[in-house]
């Protein structure tokens, strides 16, 4: 994280400089949200789409076409060349990326419109909103130092990642209502944590080149993203009314 700038130096930022970068990213974080939404909600009012995106069985339970995990393995896809080579993108190459995943992103969360009422969806989101709101303002004002707790919420990622995973085969309620659960709490913490890391980000981004601070701009944006969005899409398991 040494070389953000050409030569490598490292300037120290004023608090301004980090109300600026952290306003830039959630202001591209609320873009992708939105795009995200929008796409999601034509795909799942379309048939075409539908038909598309899900295979609907003789008794009417909608599951994953092959194109939605191709969409799927391409969003992995672009999250790990995005943070990989984030030294190395434009500013505009990593702001297309954050924007294409976002739409990817819609496309495979329509699910939600068909499995939850739209009232319950935006009742969801509203907690959630809520909730990143009050984590993301703990993490950046607090003087604790959240790095231990990180390592532990990373942990718990792996596991939820793993469990995940196995449950595509096992089918366990249980099991998906204990990832559920700790999901919650995992994302949350996440929150918190990303918050602070990106703050700290922020005092050392280089004043004058606007090329490198958009790109960092981006790779912060997509972080708290896709913290929201998981979060979401815990919360909707336990709160959301289905259809």
Request: hydrophobic share 50%.
């Amino acid at each position: 994280m040494a070389n953000y700038s050409p030569n490598g130096s490292i300037i120290e930022q004023s608090g301004s400089r980090i109300q600026t970068y952290m306003s830039h990213v959630y202001g591209w974080m609320t873009v992708g949200l939105l795009l995200t939404a929008l796409v999601a909600w034509y795909a799942s009012s379309s048939e075409a789409m539908q038909q598309l995106l899900f295979v609907i069985d003789y008794r009417g339970y909608y599951s994953l076409s092959v194109l939605s995990w191709i969409l799927i393995i391409a969003e992995l896809g672009l999250v790990f060349a995005l943070s990989g080579m984030i030294n190395r993108l434009s500013g505009s190459a990593a702001t297309t990326m954050f924007m294409l995943y976002s739409v990817l992103s819609g496309l495979t969360l329509s699910s939600i419109f068909i499995a939850y009422t739209s009232s319950s969806i935006v009742s969801v989101f509203f907690i959630t909103a809520g909730m990143f709101a009050t984590l993301a303002f703990y993490g950046y004002t607090t003087k604790r130092d959240l790095s231990a707790f990180g390592r532990f919420l990373f942990m718990g990622l792996v596991g939820i990642v793993i469990a995940s995973l196995v449950n595509m085969f096992m089918h366990s309620a249980p099991l998906m209502w204990a990832i559920t659960y700790i999901g919650v709490f995992v994302f949350a913490g996440l929150t918190a944590y990303d918050t602070q890391k990106l703050k700290e980000l922020g005092e050392h981004l280089p004043q004058d080149d606007q090329n490198v601070f958009r790109r960092f701009v981006i790779l912060g944006s997509l972080t708290l993203y896709l913290d929201f969005i998981n979060l979401f899409i815990m919360l909707l398991r336990v709160f959301a009314d289905r259809r």
